[in-house]
């Protein structure tokens, strides 16, 4: 590696900046640019303006014009071969349904995405592309784009130039932290993906039965011996019904839990983030004092996972018992009287995968996850259905608490800071996957209502708890 820097800096400035800039370019304007080290080419920019080689003030503006018209070329070839694949045999195979789906979501949420785009390698290709095929106007796409690039090119030059002879280590784990963000947004959307299907159905292990129930082997069986299960049904009855399917979704609650925890922890571990937590941890060390440890471990031991899931069981008690709107299924019971259920199958879960560190000898000792998780299921259970203030106010003591207790158990050197980085995120997946759920399934529920009265009038409640329109 010295070697091949020493060769770059013996060429002519005017043939790097367009070298390099024809790299950045190429890594949004044409597909293989999937294959480009475009982060790699900026650190190594702010490395040669940090030798003299290059300026950094044309370096920045050149790389940057640069990005901008790959993404431009990027978003035109998505314009312009769009519609082809729309009207192609794969585009058929989608279905009107989920193009008019993609363009509402692509029109609301375009901007944002754009931006954060920027700094993922492979979406940094892509989604120009989309965006183009998708109908983004370009007066919606240009503005969020530039930002993008400008803190993508700004930040990766900079730190090229302020790392200096560390160029080549600083290389490295920027490559592999660009990585774990693309775990980590992979991690997301399978929150996603799960948090809607659950919210479709709220009884997982029926639906799963009835899919299993299509296949070839256990047809023949319910076609032989339907009218036995219908009977064995039938004896069961509808309490063991409930109590056998909130039991099997637990269980796949359970596998799900430990798929999310193994992917998080292995985003973290692959970023580099380890990297700073011995740094971090010294750097404490030097700054502890007994009085602040006796309060930290005060908060800790009051605000500690086993007491917080107590918590989160009387509140959802009390809330369920004013409300009494809940169904006899796994979704309507884990989302009421029953939230603390999945904070306990969280706890096994972060036991088990040991992602929040050493240290903890007590009933859960992933105390970062659960206390996430509680104080995020509290929040979301406070806010269902309040006025604004109230929702901003209960998600931001659920913020503050989680920043609180991370902070004191790091301080407390009971925990690192990937570990906690780990079962923060692992905490916030498990709340998400809920509140992505239950939206789903209200939003199931008004079309469903919708549907039935195509007229629009809302049923009014008269005395006696029934409801007349």
Same mark, same amino acid.
């Given at each position: 590696?010295?070697?091949?820097?020493?060769?770059?800096?013996?060429?002519?400035?005017?043939?790097?900046?367009?070298?390099?800039?024809?790299?950045?370019?190429?890594?949004?304007?044409?597909?293989?640019?999937?294959?480009?080290?475009?982060?790699?080419?900026?650190?190594?920019?702010?490395?040669?303006?940090?030798?003299?080689?290059?300026?950094?003030?044309?370096?920045?503006?050149?790389?940057?014009?640069?990005?901008?018209?790959?993404?431009?070329?990027?978003?035109?070839?998505?314009?312009?071969?769009?519609?082809?694949?729309?009207?192609?045999?794969?585009?058929?195979?989608?279905?009107?349904?989920?193009?008019?789906?993609?363009?509402?979501?692509?029109?609301?949420?375009?901007?944002?995405?754009?931006?954060?785009?920027?700094?993922?390698?492979?979406?940094?290709?892509?989604?120009?592309?989309?965006?183009?095929?998708?109908?983004?106007?370009?007066?919606?796409?240009?503005?969020?784009?530039?930002?993008?690039?400008?803190?993508?090119?700004?930040?990766?030059?900079?730190?090229?130039?302020?790392?200096?002879?560390?160029?080549?280590?600083? %290389?490295?784990?920027?490559?592999?932290?660009? #990585?774990? /963000?693309?775990?980590?947004?992979?991690? +997301? =959307? @399978?929150? *996603? !993906? &799960?948090?809607?299907?659950?919210?479709?159905?709220?009884?997982?292990?029926?639906?799963?039965?009835?899919?299993?129930?299509?296949?070839?082997?256990?047809?023949?069986?319910?076609?032989?011996?339907?009218?036995?299960?219908?009977?064995?049904?039938?004896?069961?009855?509808?309490?063991?019904?409930?109590?056998?399917?909130?039991?099997?979704?637990?269980?796949?609650?359970?596998?799900?839990?430990?798929?999310?925890?193994?992917?998080?922890?292995?985003?973290?571990?692959?970023?580099?983030?380890?990297?700073?937590?011995?740094?971090?941890?010294?750097?404490?060390?030097?700054?502890?004092?007994?009085?602040?440890?006796?309060?930290? %471990?005060?908060?800790?031991?009051?605000?500690? #996972?086993? /007491?917080?899931?107590?918590?989160?069981? +009387? =509140? @959802?008690? *009390? !809330? &369920?018992?004013?409300?009494?709107?809940?169904?006899?299924?796994?979704?309507?019971?884990?989302?009421?009287?029953?939230?603390?259920?999945?904070?306990?199958?969280?706890?096994?879960?972060?036991?088990?995968?040991?992602?929040?560190?050493?240290?903890?000898?007590?009933?859960?000792?992933?105390?970062?996850?659960?206390?996430?998780?509680?104080?995020?299921?509290?929040?979301?259970?406070?806010?269902?259905?309040?006025?604004?203030?109230?929702?901003?106010?209960?998600?931001?003591?659920?913020?503050?608490?989680?920043?609180?207790?991370?902070?004191?158990?790091?301080?407390?050197?009971?925990?690192?800071?990937?570990?906690?980085?780990? %079962?923060?995120?692992?905490?916030?997946?498990?709340?998400? /996957?809920?509140?992505?759920?239950?939206?789903?399934?209200?939003?199931?529920?008004?079309?469903?209502?919708?549907?039935?009265?195509?007229?629009?009038?809302?049923?009014?409640?008269?005395?006696?708890?029934?409801?007349?329109?």
């Amino acid at each position: 590696m010295p070697d091949l820097l020493i060769s770059v800096q013996g060429l002519p400035s005017l043939l790097i900046y367009l070298v390099a800039a024809t790299i950045v370019a190429a890594e949004t304007a044409v597909i293989f640019g999937l294959l480009v080290p475009g982060e790699a080419t900026l650190l190594l920019v702010g490395f040669l303006a940090y030798a003299g080689t290059l300026r950094i003030i044309p370096a920045l503006l050149a790389m940057t014009g640069a990005a901008v018209i790959g993404d431009t070329l990027a978003f035109r070839a998505g314009r312009r071969y769009g519609p082809r694949l729309r009207a192609s045999g794969l585009g058929a195979r989608v279905g009107p349904d989920r193009w008019r789906r993609a363009d509402e979501l692509l029109d609301r949420l375009g901007g944002r995405g754009i931006f954060a785009a920027r700094w993922v390698a492979f979406a940094r290709t892509l989604v120009p592309r989309l965006a183009g095929a998708g109908g983004l106007p370009y007066r919606r796409f240009a503005p969020w784009n530039l930002a993008g690039v400008a803190t993508w090119v700004g930040a990766s030059v900079l730190l090229g130039y302020l790392a200096g002879e560390s160029y080549e280590r600083v %290389s490295h784990l920027l490559g592999r932290a660009t #990585g774990a /963000v693309g775990v980590l947004l992979l991690c +997301l =959307v @399978a929150v *996603v !993906l &799960a948090g809607r299907w659950l919210g479709r159905n709220p009884d997982p292990a029926r639906a799963l039965v009835s899919r299993a129930a299509a296949l070839p082997p256990l047809r023949w069986l319910r076609a032989r011996y339907g009218v036995l299960f219908f009977l064995l049904a039938m004896r069961i009855g509808p309490a063991w019904t409930l109590l056998l399917n909130l039991a099997a979704g637990l269980l796949l609650l359970f596998t799900a839990g430990l798929a999310i925890a193994a992917a998080l922890e292995a985003g973290v571990r692959y970023s580099g983030l380890a990297v700073a937590d011995g740094l971090l941890a010294d750097w404490i060390a030097d700054r502890r004092t007994a009085g602040v440890v006796e309060v930290a %471990s005060a908060a800790v031991s009051v605000l500690r #996972g086993s /007491v917080l899931i107590v918590v989160v069981a +009387l =509140v @959802a008690a *009390v !809330l &369920a018992w004013r409300h009494r709107p809940w169904r006899a299924d796994l979704l309507s019971v884990v989302g009421t009287v029953g939230a603390f259920a999945p904070l306990v199958v969280l706890a096994v879960v972060a036991d088990l995968t040991g992602s929040g560190g050493s240290g903890d000898a007590v009933l859960f000792p992933t105390q970062n996850a659960v206390v996430t998780a509680s104080l995020g299921t509290l929040a979301w259970l406070l806010s269902r259905g309040a006025r604004w203030p109230v929702a901003v106010a209960a998600w931001t003591v659920a913020v503050a608490g989680v920043v609180a207790i991370g902070g004191a158990r790091l301080y407390l050197g009971w925990s690192t800071a990937s570990g906690t980085a780990t %079962s923060v995120l692992l905490g916030m997946a498990w709340t998400a /996957v809920f509140m992505v759920a239950w939206a789903t399934r209200d939003r199931a529920v008004g079309d469903r209502r919708a549907a039935d009265d195509p007229t629009g009038d809302e049923p009014t409640a008269v005395p006696g708890g029934r409801r007349a329109r």
